[in-house]
């Protein structure tokens, strides 16, 4: 079976994050309802705790853009 067509979607296990993700709901009173986040890098066990769904994204988004810049360039 020809997967060409899935090639973007396939990394190589190198150019890959493996992350397990656990998110739960906060109730403040003041506040309202306020989402957490920890991330472990399944690999590394190095584990991180987020107060809100946009650190969370910001950090894999820094991670993703991280590996991408220490990727060779193709000429």
Known sequence: MNEDHLSPFVLPF???HFYTLRLWEVRDG?????WRARLQHV???E?????NLEAMLAFL???L???R???????
Not at 30 to 34: D, R, S, T
Not at 47 to 51: A, G, L, S
């Open 69 to 75: 810049d220490s990727l060779p360039k193709e000429d």
């Open 61 to 63: 988004h820094a991670q």
């Open 14 to 16: 190198s150019e890959s």
């Open 47 to 51: 584990v991180k705790y987020f107060r």
């Open 43 to 45: 690999p590394s066990g």
């Open 30 to 34: 003041e506040e309202g309802a306020q």
């Open 65 to 67: 853009n991280e590996k």
